[in-house]
Each structure stands twice: as structure tokens, then as C-alpha cells.
T-cell receptor, first 114, second 114 residues
Framework: DAGVIQSPRHEVTEMGQEVTLRCKPISGHNSLFWYRQTMMRGLELLIYFNNNVPIDDSGMPEDRFSAKMPNASFSTLKIQPSEPRDSAVYFC????????????FGQGTRLTVV | AQSVSQHNHHVILSEAASLELGCNYSYGGTVNLFWYVQYPGQHLQLLLKYFSGDPLVKGIKGFEAEFIKSKFSFNLRKPSVQWSDTAEYFCAVKGSSNTGKLIFGQGTTLQVKP
């Protein structure tokens, strides 16, 4: 398996623009997590899905952030409109919810909003 | 509420020194515990994990961790660090009896001087 795949790896956008980050989990995994990593806040859980259903989105910072998982092999995190303070590395991770196994991380998307 | 606290934010050691990074968690039920490592510019990779059984867990690269249930702790240790261990280390907890929420501590940056 290719692992968790995120795209793009780097994104530079202007303030006010819409940004969409993409994630393809490992095939068969039924839990998917979106994290944001910054120097100030560390690794924050934004939202996670079980069986494509959002379970906890309490970490989503504002209404400008939204996430979807239309099927078991694809998820998106959208920021609209983007702001400079959204600049961070966004990681996606997947795992089996009901098995004793770890979560596997993608390479991350480094977002810079100017 | 589920939470993870790492005691040390930044640790500087010389090669061959011993390492211990503290991790405490808060969760009312059975937990799965993890230590991840993030090398500069890379994604998170699993160092070791605890699900059940022997509370002393051995991971890759000579790392080990001990689960002490009475103290809600899962400290990471290595008898002799190497320059290549320079990285950020994250403790994580997943409540096994809930919906599988996986959260991370703030991270500890380890700098090993040659």
C-alpha cells in the first residue's frame, strides 16, 4: 500500500482565497483524522471521521473550516476564506477504529497564506 | 475530557546521554498509548505503542516506554541517545472504549549534540 496520500504537498495562496486540501487514507482503514501543526499550538486535532461520518469537529477553529469524506477513500479539508493565521502544516492520518493498531500519517500539506 | 500532557518542551542532550521524556494522560477508561517521532521536515512515524499486557514496551531504534496505570503515565526512555535522534517526539492517547479519538501532547523537541 502507498500509505496515506495528501495533496498538494505545498500550497501558497493569497488571503481570502479558498484552499482545499486532499487526503486518501490507507485502503480498508475506517477512521480518518485531520490535524494542524504549528509552532505555537503543536499538533491539534481538527476533526475525525469514522466510516465516513464526522464524529468530532470540536477542533475546527472557525466556520471558515469545513471537512468532508464523501467515500471511504477520499477526504477534503477546505478553508474559505483563508487567512494568514491559517498558515501551518496540515496532516491527515488513518487507522482501523476497532483494532489495536496505530494511526498512519500522510506527508502533510504545508499551507502558506500571504 | 481526554487530554495528554508532555512535561518537557525542549530537551538538549549530548550523545550517549540517557533520555527520559514524560507523558501523562487524562482519560477515564482503557487507553491505547503511542509515541511518535517527527524528524525535521517529515511526517510523524510510530516509535512504539501500548495496547495491553506487559507495561514495558520496546520500540524501534532502542526506545522503550513504561505504562504506569496508577500514575496515568507513559514515559519514553532511551539509555544512550545518538545525534540522529534529534527530532520532535509526541505522546498520543486513544480511548479504546470511545469512538476512537486520537489526541497528541504538545510535543518535545530533542536536540542531541555530537
Amino acid at each position: 500500500d502507498a500509505g496515506v496520500i495528501q495533496s498538494p504537498r505545498h500550497e501558497v495562496t493569497e488571503m481570502g482565497q479558498e484552499v482545499t486540501l486532499r487526503c486518501k487514507p490507507i485502503s480498508g482503514h475506517n477512521s480518518l483524522f485531520w490535524y494542524r501543526q504549528t509552532m505555537m499550538r503543536g499538533l491539534e486535532l481538527l476533526i475525525y471521521f469514522n466510516n465516513n461520518v464526522p464524529i468530532d469537529d470540536s477542533g475546527m477553529p472557525e466556520d471558515r473550516f469545513s471537512a468532508k469524506m464523501p467515500n471511504a477513500s477520499f477526504s477534503t479539508l477546505k478553508i474559505q476564506p483563508s487567512e494568514p493565521r491559517d498558515s501551518a502544516v496540515y496532516f491527515c492520518a488513518s487507522t482501523f477504529r476497532d483494532r489495536n493498531t496505530e494511526a498512519f500519517f500522510g506527508q502533510g500539506t504545508r499551507l502558506t497564506v500571504v | 475530557a481526554q487530554s495528554v500532557s508532555q512535561h518537557n518542551h525542549h530537551v538538549i542532550l549530548s550523545e550517549a546521554a540517557s533520555l527520559e521524556l514524560g507523558c501523562n494522560y487524562s482519560y477515564g477508561g482503557t487507553v491505547n498509548l503511542f509515541w511518535y517521532v517527527q524528524y525535521p521536515g517529515q511526517h510523524l512515524q510510530l516509535l512504539l505503542k501500548y495496547f495491553s499486557g506487559d507495561p514495558l514496551v520496546k520500540g524501534i531504534k532502542g526506545f522503550e516506554a513504561e505504562f504506569i496505570k496508577s500514575k496515568f503515565s507513559f514515559n519514553l526512555r532511551k539509555p544512550s541517545v545518538q545525534w540522529s535522534d534529534t527530532a520532535e517526539y509526541f505522546c498520543a492517547v486513544k480511548g479504546s472504549s470511545n469512538t476512537g479519538k486520537l489526541i497528541f501532547g504538545q510535543g518535545t523537541t530533542l536536540q542531541v549534540k555530537p
